[in-house]
């Protein structure tokens, strides 16, 4: 990872309004890395999209963070789910060539 792909916490804070210590706290849930160089905090751009659906869970929702957790733990899972079936569809296509 280089510097290029990192952003500003407080930038990104300043920009969508929204408290350091949500970052933070979005940060000791495990939901998000922050990424710290000499004593700044930065975040990694390729986070950026699910850190705005996050947002807009918690502002949009109401969800508050346990609930952002589970959402986002659960559709983590189902991504997963949905490249193993990608997976095991293609191995099949391979069989059904035989």
Do not use: W
């Amino acid at each position: 990872m280089t510097n290029e792909n990192l952003i500003p916490a407080e930038e990104f804070c300043t920009n969508h309004r929204v408290e350091f210590s949500f970052i933070n706290s979005l940060y000791e849930f495990g939901l998000i890395e922050i990424i710290t160089i000499r004593q700044t905090a930065f975040l990694n751009q390729e986070e950026l999209p699910k850190l705005e659906q996050i947002l807009l869970f918690n502002k949009e929702l109401e969800i508050n963070l346990e609930g952002i957790e589970v959402i986002i733990r659960l559709l983590e899972r189902v991504d997963q789910i949905q490249n193993e079936m990608t997976i095991l569809k293609n191995k099949l296509r391979l069989y059904e060539n035989l």
